[in-house]
């Protein structure tokens, strides 16, 4: 099975329906965000797949974006927000203040093995390694605003690969 992972869409709602329109022609029908939509409007990119996503720092109308994702039947919340998905178990993060605490909160859930996947945004910059039996991903930045590059990411949960996908 494969799923979609995105993060720090920042309002740029051409690079959420870009994402979205790779993602339905991959045939990915579950996506994870991992936060910064910030305005409400921006799921509506998401429209008709089953996404779980996480509240990022910019995130600001948190209870009218959680509305709104329910609308639509999506499962948003304050991270860390665990999913069970496939018998697989994935945490789901934004970020935590600067990159360096960012990655030490990471790193620390990773060396937990307590799940099979951590996800993750918030430093705009890709990532994706192992720690022990744990799979690191940051899909790095939709929106393209700092590195100016927009990226997201596809998972293979069954045999633990993931690609990296700019757009």
């Given at each position: 099975?494969?799923?979609?992972?995105?993060?720090?869409?920042?309002?740029?709602?051409?690079?959420?329906?870009?994402?979205?329109?790779?993602?339905?022609?991959?045939?990915?029908?579950?996506?994870?965000?991992?936060?910064?939509?910030?305005?409400?409007?921006?799921?509506?990119?998401?429209?008709?797949?089953?996404?779980?996503?996480?509240?990022?720092?910019?995130?600001?109308?948190?209870?009218?974006?959680?509305?709104?994702?329910?609308?639509?039947?999506?499962?948003?919340?304050?991270?860390?927000?665990?999913?069970?998905?496939?018998?697989?178990?994935?945490?789901?993060?934004?970020?935590?203040?600067?990159?360096?605490?960012?990655?030490?909160?990471?790193?620390?859930?990773?060396?937990?093995?307590?799940?099979?996947?951590?996800?993750?945004?918030?430093?705009?910059?890709?990532?994706?390694?192992?720690?022990?039996?744990?799979?690191?991903?940051?899909?790095?930045?939709?929106?393209?605003?700092?590195?100016?590059?927009?990226s997201i990411a596809i998972l293979n949960i069954e045999n633990k690969s993931a690609e990296f996908v700019e757009?």
């Amino acid at each position: 099975m494969l799923v979609g992972i995105i993060s720090d869409t920042h309002d740029n709602l051409d690079s959420a329906k870009k994402a979205a329109e790779i993602f339905r022609e991959r045939d990915i029908k579950i996506i994870f965000h991992l936060g910064d939509f910030i305005a409400p409007f921006t799921l509506k990119a998401f429209e008709g797949f089953e996404l779980y996503g996480v509240f990022g720092n910019n995130d600001g109308e948190k209870f009218l974006i959680k509305k709104i994702a329910e609308e639509f039947g999506f499962k948003i919340d304050f991270a860390p927000f665990e999913v069970e998905l496939e018998g697989k178990s994935f945490l789901l993060l934004h970020g935590f203040g600067s990159i360096e605490r960012t990655l030490k909160i990471v790193n620390s859930f990773a060396a937990s093995q307590n799940y099979d996947f951590v996800l993750y945004g918030h430093t705009h910059k890709r990532d994706l390694r192992k720690k022990g039996k744990t799979m690191i991903i940051n899909p790095g930045e939709a929106c393209g605003y700092l590195t100016g590059k927009r990226s997201i990411a596809i998972l293979n949960i069954e045999n633990k690969s993931a690609e990296f996908v700019e757009f």
